[in-house]
Nanobody
Framework: QVQLVESGGGSVQVGGSLRLSCAVS????????MAWFRQVPEKEREFVAA????????EYLDSVKGRFTVSRDYDKNTVFLQMNRLNEEDTGVYYC?????????????????WGQGTQVTVST
């Protein structure tokens, strides 16, 4: 059974930082592309960042480039999202997703495995 368990969300002021973690079990982690998406009410789930297995190729949403960093620990089967210089537009529920791809897919519909989500709230 595949499980993705996120942690690290919370409330922070504009300009602050948070680090999200996603612990993965039951998935071929070394071969999996791991991604972060976020969602706000009445909007579609939005791609934020992804890191491919084996070669660690990375993609980011343009608006988070230079502020967010995605990484993974193969020994701990965990993927991270370090978020710096947060702004109010970063508010949302952040989801970890995983799938065994050969490509680095940015579409939420392509991922079968999801975490429960963790709330990130950025305020002034």
């Amino acid at each position: 059974q595949v499980q993705l368990v996120e942690s690290g969300g919370g409330s922070v002021q504009v300009g602050g930082s948070l680090r999200l973690s996603c612990a993965v079990s039951g998935l071929a982690f070394r071969r999996a592309t791991m991604a972060w998406f976020r969602q706000v009410p009445e909007k579609e789930r939005e791609f934020v960042a992804a890191i491919r297995g084996t070669d660690d190729k990375i993609e980011y949403l343009d608006s988070v480039k230079g502020r967010f960093t995605v990484s993974r620990d193969y020994d701990k089967n965990t993927v991270f999202l370090q978020m710096n210089r947060l702004n109010e537009e970063d508010t949302g529920v952040y989801y970890c997703a995983g799938e065994v791809f050969r490509t680095l897919d940015l579409r939420a519909a392509r991922y079968d495995y999801w975490g429960q989500g963790t709330q990130v709230t950025v305020s002034t």
